[in-house]
Structures are given as structure tokens and as C-alpha cells.
């Protein structure tokens, strides 16, 4: 719903990379095998990423981001249930909230191996992680990448920054249709409408037209060494219940905000539409760095600013093991 509105989704293999090389390995979810990726095995840290979309995968951030990380940690990433090569379902229900928080508690179970978890969510992923934090078990630290936590104003910004885009370019039915959408309460239908009216827009908003690498490079990339398109993006199950859980699951109170008590560092490009300049965090004690020049992707447009931010703050506040 944030990330997948901006292009495709990839379909991809879990890669373990290990002294520059790459194999494929398996990652246990709660109901089975879940495609990923592994940096750094044995750091004295587990940074866990969970990937943006619904629908999108964890390709670009583990091509760029993730290798930066592991002078401080171990690096595992994963596509959630659903999305790039990890199974699709067969029924919305296995895509819920609970499914997906199961998936994560897996993951970490496994992997932590007594070492401090730091939980890496961008986008719909961060709403994941601060989910995860408030409803099933502390970690020792959480980094959110352009994460908007209150879903109905970030997606209502959004439909009315293309309905702005869509009247400056003479589109005068999209623009009235996005009109009508604003100020919906169903983000389904919010979501809908920018699909039907407006499906280039978004993808323009949170990707600037100097980013680099541009979504088509990093769709590229993934076919150069060996990945074929997925199709998850237009997977009507995924949809349904991502909608699902967005209008019932993803609504956490300020009460519940407030009760994050771990480290938080959340990173911002000051150019996501999400993100208005002077906007205060929704979490009490978060450390805000925003990255000048940069869209909703800062971890793949900025990684060795998003890197050296990151490491910054786990080594301040995450005792290694």
C-alpha cells in the first residue's frame, strides 16, 4: 500500500553472502520456508529487515544497504509471506497481521541466537517492526526508514498530491475523481482510486527524478544477475489483505506509541510526500535524522549515509554481544 504503489515487485531467491560470494539458502517462517538474504554470519549484532509494500521485497535494500551494515551485525533480511519468491497462499487470512508478526517471531527466535535484535522496517515494514515491538516481545532497538506510522493522513496526502499533479497537467478527470477520494475514511477505496486515476503518480512523488538508482535500474539489476518480475504487486489476495489489516490491525494508539521503550532512530528523505518538513515524530523518544535530497527510498538513494547513521546509533545504544 506504500511502497508497492511506486512500480514493480521482484521475484527473488535467498541469497547468503558470505567473503563476496552468494548461496541460496532457506529461512523458517512460522508456516514454512521464507526467501531472504544473509550478511556478516556470527556479528555480534542481528539487524532484521522488513521490507516496505505490501508487495514489494528486500532485493534493493540487501544490494545496497545491507552489506554497509556489517561492521556492526549480523544482516538477514527476508521477502515477507507473499511477496518476491516466498510462497503466495492460497487464502487473504494467511497475509493478516497475525501471520506476518508469527513470520517475524520465527525469524527472530532463530536467528537471535542470545545476540541483541535491531529491527530495520522502511515503510510498511516499519509499521511491522513498531507492531511487532508493541504486541509480542521487546528487541533492543528499532530503525525506521521512511515509516509513516499513521497510515489515514499518510495515504490522504498522497491522493491529494496527485490530485494537485493531475490538475497541473490538465487531467481534469483524475483530478476531480481524486477530489471525491481525499477524504474517504476506507483507505481501500483511497488506495483504489489513486490505482484507477493516477497509477504513474506515486511512483513520481516518493521516487525524485534524480534518485539513483531509479526503480527501473534496480528492476535491472535483479534481471542482470538472474531474477525474473514478480507478480505480487497485482496478487489480489496480498491486496485484500493488506486493505484488511490496514483498516482493522495497523491502527496503534498514542497510548500504545508511547509505550516503545527501546532506542528508536528514525530516517527520513526530507523529499517523502509522507514527510512534511518541521513534522514531528509519532514516536515520543525517537532520534529523527532527516537526509537532505533524498525521496522514500533513503536506504538505497543514501546508503552510506543511511549506514554510517545506522551504526552511529546501534553502537551508542546496543551493547554488543
Known amino acids: 500500500m506504500l511502497v508497492f504503489l511506486t512500480g514493480a515487485a521482484l521475484a527473488l531467491y535467498w541469497v547468503s553472502w558470505r567473503s563476496g560470494r552468494t548461496t541460496r539458502a532457506a529461512l523458517h517462517g512460522a508456516r514454512g520456508e521464507l526467501c531472504g538474504y544473509r550478511f556478516g554470519r556470527g556479528g555480534p549484532r542481528l539487524f532484521l529487515y522488513l521490507h516496505g509494500g ?77 507492531e511487532y515491538v508493541v504486541r509480542r516481545r521487546q528487541v533492543s532497538a528499532l530503525v525506521l526508514v521512511d515509516a509513516p506510522l499513521d497510515l489515514t493522513t499518510a495515504i490522504r ?27 474517504l475514511r476506507s483507505l481501500r477505496e483511497q488506495v483504489r482510486a489513486l490505482l484507477m486515476w493516477a497509477p504513474a503518480c506515486p511512483g513520481e512523488l516518493l521516487v525524485p527524478p ?16 538472474g531474477y525474473t518480475d514478480g507478480d505480487t504487486l497485482n496478487d489480489g489476495l496480498l491486496f485484500e489483505a493488506a486493505m484488511d489489516s490496514a483498516e482493522r490491525d495497523l491502527r496503534l494508539s498514542p497510548h500504545e506509541l508511547a509505550s516503545v521503550s ?8 526530507d523529499l517523502d510526500p509522507y514527510f512534511p518538513a518541521g513534522e514531528r515524530s509519532d514516536l515520543p523518544h525517537a532520534n529523527v535524522v532527516r537526509i537532505p535530497g533524498v525521496g522514500h527510498h533513503a536506504y538505497r538513494e543514501a546508503p552510506k549515509t543511511f549506514a554510517e547513521e545506522v551504526v552511529r546509533f546501534v553502537e551508542e545504544h546496543v551493547s554488543a554481544r
Do not use: W
Open 54 to 130: 505490501p508487495g514489494y521485497n528486500a532485493f534493493d535494500f540487501s544490494a545496497f544497504a545491507a552489506p554497509r551494515l556489517i561492521s556492526a551485525g549480523e544482516v538477514v533480511a527476508f521477502d515477507q509471506r507473499g511477496c518476491g519468491c516466498s510462497p503466495r497462499g492460497r487464502s487473504s487470512r494467511e497475509f493478516d497481521l497475525a501471520s506476518q508478526l508469527d513470520d517475524i517471531d520465527r525469524i527472530v527466535q532463530e536467528e537471535a541466537r542470545g545476540r541483541p535484535v535491531v529491527l530495520i522496517g522502511h515503510s510498511y515494514g516499519g509499521l511491522l517492526a513498531v
Open 157 to 183: 496526502r498522497l491522493v491529494e498530491a496527485c490530485r494537485q499533479r493531475s490538475a497541473e497537467r490538465g487531467n481534469t478527470g483524475a483530478a476531480e475523481a481524486l477530489g471525491r477520494a481525499v477524504p
Open 210 to 225: 534524480n534518485a539513483h538508482p531509479t526503480e527501473q535500474e534496480v528492476i535491472e539489476m535483479a534481471k542482470r544477475a
Open 262 to 269: 527501546v532506542p528508536v532512530l528514525e530516517i527520513v528523505g
